[in-house]
Nanobody, 125 residues
Framework: QVQLLESGGGLVQAGGSLRLSCAAS????????MGWFRQAPGKEREFVAA????????DYQDSVKGRFTISRDNAKNTVYLQMNNLKPEDTAVYSCAHGGLYSGPSSNQDDYAYWGQGTQVTVSS
């Protein structure tokens, strides 16, 4: 069993920054890909960013490229999402997800077996 706990969400003005963290426990974190997804009110959950088990490769949704950065610290069993130049359309609940063993940075939700509860990010205009 894997437990994922997100933190770092909040209310920020447009143009501001937030750093989300996701602490993992229950499995050998360093061997697994990780991802971030988000769900806005009335919309389906969508892919934001993903990172390979070793941090060697990443992938991003087009709308966040150049603004968001995913990273991980395997010594701390934690994955991060640095979000800069936030826009009102980034408002959503952000969830981290635990991916496949030694797998690539997938944007497919079906490749993720475990999910956190999520943290709310609200960007005001």
């Amino acid at each position: 069993q894997v437990q994922l706990l997100e933190s770092g969400g909040g209310l920020v003005q447009a143009g501001g920054s937030l750093r989300l963290s996701c602490a993992a426990s229950g499995r050998t974190f360093r061997k697994y890909a990780m991802g971030w997804f988000r769900q806005a009110p009335g919309k389906e959950r969508e892919f934001v960013a993903a990172i390979t088990w070793d941090g060697g490769s990443t992938d991003y949704q087009d709308s966040v490229k150049g603004r968001f950065t995913i990273s991980r610290d395997n010594a701390k069993n934690t994955v991060y999402l640095q979000m800069n130049n936030l826009k009102p359309e980034d408002t959503a609940v952000y969830s981290c997800a635990h991916g496949g063993l030694y797998s690539g940075p997938s944007s497919n939700q079906d490749d993720y077996a475990y999910w956190g509860q999520g943290t709310q990010v609200t960007v005001s205009s």
